[in-house]
């Protein structure tokens, strides 16, 4: 029992100490007035219904739009991405298409197509995003206000989703995971960067080689941060409404177990710090849960316990990147995780491959 109070003591006493570091924690960077030109990078394979999204977006930016460099590489699509984008960057210079045909190096599948685009690109920011993201209109000018100091090659945004409710519930997914990592990230504790709202410097990117001279992987934007902070450049994760990003949810639970999948592919990578915040969390259902282990009154105790600094921690990071949701939705976001964390488990422990872009990977490639 008393390895149990222990655990259980370590578990809150966690929690609570990241609720102060999030109330505590660093703003981000007022906007940055200087204005060079930029390049927004864009690998699309087979985004036919979401691209269109996400260029509308970036006509927004409240940045020059004859500073802004937006080119999207077309990683041999099988459906209509190529013709959308053309039809849509028509008459707008700042837009390029590009037409990924063949490898660079050792990159392949969307860090090939990213090599190309860092290749293509001519300024010395390069902004990644992905084709079924929209970004908010000051992006670009809060990511590299957070570069003017301290040697930061590498700038992170933060993602959420919307729709329906299994869509806002991965979005609550994306905010409580990418806001665990930005507060370990101000501690000076490097652990990974998330190439759907990111920013490289070319001199960063350019000091590893880039994507054609690293080994091949299906988690690229780890691995290209991992690399360039072992170059000795620094970073930001960034919480803020002006670098919020918002991502078309998964449609479908096996959509959502595909990318989780790959995903965990990643996470055996993660520093030790964060795995074992992760395998904590986990470890809360198999302790508090086991049968016989706790009386049901501390069972229940506990439970809700949990659930309250869960929707503490969540309701803080809402209002950080201004943004609302129902209480209802915050408490069904524990059932969601409850389950969600079974059947990753479950999914990624059964043998097969890693469905990503509509392309197979076994779990041992990358």
Known sequence: MLLVALFFGLFFGLFVLFLGLLLLARPAPANSTARP?????????????????????????????????????????????AAVVARFIEGKPQFRLLHVRHQLGTARGKSNA???????????YFLLTDADMALPPDWVQAMLA??????VGVVTGITTAEGSHFGRLQGLDWLFGLNVIRLLSDRGWPITSVGNNML??????????GYEALAFSITEDLQLFSRIVAQGWHFRNLC????????VPQPTMRHLLWQRKRWMKGA???????????????????????????????????????????????AVTLRQVGRRESLGLLLLYEPYLCVMSMAVIGYTLWPGYIQWKQRRYQWAEG
């Open 37 to 81: 030109r930029v390049s927004i990078l864009i690998a699309a394979r087979n985004e036919e219904a979401t691209i269109e999204r996400c260029l509308t977006a970036l006509t927004s930016l409240n940045y020059p739009p004859e500073l802004l460099e937006i080119l999207i590489a077309d990683d041999a699509s099988t459906d209509n991405t």
């Open 268 to 314: 055996v990578r993660l520093p030790s710090q964060l795995s074992f915040l992760f395998g904590l969390y986990g470890a809360f259902y198999l302790v508090l849960f086991w049968p016989g282990l706790l009386p049901l009154s501390f069972v229940v105790s506990l439970y809700a316990a949990k659930i309250l600094c869960q929707m503490l921690f969540l």
């Open 200 to 209: 490289v410097t070319r001199a960063a990117y350019e000091s590893i080689g």
């Open 240 to 247: 803020d409404t002006r670098v919020l990003g918002v991502t």
């Open 114 to 124: 990213l090599a190309h685009l860092c290749r293509a690109a001519t300024t010395d």
């Open 146 to 151: 957070a570069t003017e100091t301290d040697k």
